[in-house]
C-alpha cells in the first residue's frame, strides 16, 4: 500500500514564525502535492511538483514556499506564519504510471496564534 | 429508503439502506474522476475512480455513474453500514494536463444504527 506520511498531526505556532511541515511518500511517487483544506471550501492547492527540484504554484500559493531536494520528500513552509494559514494541512503524491490516483497523508491540522 | 440529494452538505441513512451521494462538476474537458472517503481526523481515502469513456464502474458495495450530458457525478453505495459515516467528496481533472485535481466541498453522511 502506497503511504504517505505528514510528521506532525497538530501543530501550534505563533503569528510571525517560519513553519515547516514535512512529507515523505514510500513509492517512489514522481508527483508531489500540499493542499490545504478549510470549512466550506474543500481542498485548496497550493503547490506541487513533478520531480525533484522543480515545483509548480497551485491556486493559493501566497505566503508559502516549497522544497523537494529529494523524490520522496515534498516540504511545505510558511516563512511568516499568519493566523489566516491556520488550517489543515494535505499532502498527496501520484505516479504517472497509476492514472494518476491522489494518494493521501493524514495531514496536519496547524493553529497559528 | 434511499436519501438522494442535490449538492446537499449532510446526508443521514439507515444501516442496510443504499446511499446516494451527488456531486456536480464544473469543467466539461474534466475526463477524471474520483470519489473519496475521509474520516474524521484523516487524510482523504481514495474509494473508486472512472474516466470519461465510461458511465459507470463498480467496486465492492460501491458504484460511480458519470453523465457527462449534465456534468453530474454520483456514488452510490450499497448496504450502508456505520463504519461508512464519513465526509465524501469528488475529485475532477482534465488528464495529461498536469494532474491537478479540483475538489468539491463534499457530503457528510451519517449511518443510524
Known amino acids: 500500500d502506497v503511504k504517505v506520511t505528514q510528521s506532525s498531526r497538530y501543530l501550534v505556532k505563533r503569528t510571525g514564525e517560519k513553519v515547516f511541515l514535512e512529507c515523505v511518500q514510500d513509492?517512489?511517487?514522481?508527483?508531489m502535492f500540499w493542499y490545504r483544506q478549510d470549512p466550506g471550501l474543500g481542498l485548496r492547492l497550493i503547490y506541487f511538483?513533478?520531480?525533484?527540484?522543480?515545483?509548480e504554484k497551485g491556486d493559493i500559493p501566497e505566503g508559502y514556499s516549497v522544497s523537494r531536494e529529494k523524490k520522496e520528500r515534498f516540504s511545505l513552509i510558511l516563512e511568516s506564519a499568519s493566523t489566516n494559514q491556520t488550517s489543515m494541512y494535505l499532502c498527496?503524491?501520484?505516479?504517472?504510471?497509476?492514472?494518476?490516483?491522489?494518494?493521501f497523508g493524514s495531514g496536519t491540522q496547524l493553529s497559528v496564534l | 429508503g434511499e436519501s438522494v440529494g442535490l449538492h446537499l452538505p449532510t446526508l443521514s441513512v439507515q444501516e442496510g439502506d443504499n446511499s446516494i451521494i451527488n456531486c456536480a462538476y464544473s469543467n466539461s474537458a474534466s475526463d477524471y474522476f474520483i470519489w473519496y472517503k475521509q474520516e474524521s481526523g484523516k487524510g482523504p481515502q481514495f474509494i473508486i475512480d472512472i474516466r470519461s469513456n465510461m458511465d459507470k464502474r463498480q467496486g465492492q458495495r460501491v458504484t460511480v455513474l458519470l453523465n457527462k450530458t449534465v456534468k453530474h457525478l454520483s456514488l452510490q453505495i450499497a448496504a450502508t453500514q456505520p463504519g461508512d459515516s464519513a465526509v465524501y467528496f469528488c475529485a475532477e481533472s482534465v488528464m495529461n494536463t498536469g494532474n491537478q485535481f479540483y475538489f468539491g466541498t463534499g457530503t457528510s453522511l451519517t449511518v443510524i444504527p
Open positions: 511538483s513533478y520531480d525533484v527540484k522543480m515545483k
Open positions: 498527496a503524491s501520484s505516479s504517472v504510471l497509476d492514472n494518476e490516483k491522489l494518494f
Open positions: 513509492m517512489d511517487h514522481e508527483n
